[in-house]
């Protein structure tokens, strides 16, 4: 199944590929909840969007500079 998301990219943008999924599920949870306060009641893929997002730039990694103190 192709969802249209380039994995690659993703890890330009994300270091490490165990972040990735961390981030596309807070962002996905992040828009399911502002769209109930709106009342939108249509389903859509928020994982989907997140990954998206994540891949076009529009969402990044915070404190990075933790992560990488982590890794080590």
Same mark, same amino acid.
């Given at each position: 199944?192709?969802?249209?998301? $380039?994995? +690659?990219? *993703?890890?330009?943008?994300?270091?490490? /590929?165990?972040?990735?999924? &961390?981030?596309?599920?807070?962002?996905? !949870?992040?828009?399911? $909840?502002? +769209?109930? *306060?709106?009342?939108?009641?249509?389903? /859509?893929?928020?994982?989907? &969007?997140?990954?998206?997002?994540?891949? !076009?730039?529009?969402?990044?990694?915070?404190?990075?500079?933790?992560?990488?103190?982590?890794?080590?």
């Amino acid at each position: 199944m192709n969802l249209g998301i $380039n994995y +690659d990219r *993703l890890l330009n943008r994300a270091k490490y /590929k165990y972040v990735i999924p &961390i981030i596309a599920a807070k962002r996905a !949870e992040t828009l399911k $909840n502002l +769209d109930e *306060l709106k009342g939108v009641t249509e389903k /859509k893929d928020y994982v989907r &969007i997140s990954l998206k997002e994540l891949e !076009e730039g529009k969402i990044q990694v915070k404190n990075s500079a933790l992560l990488d103190s982590l890794s080590k």
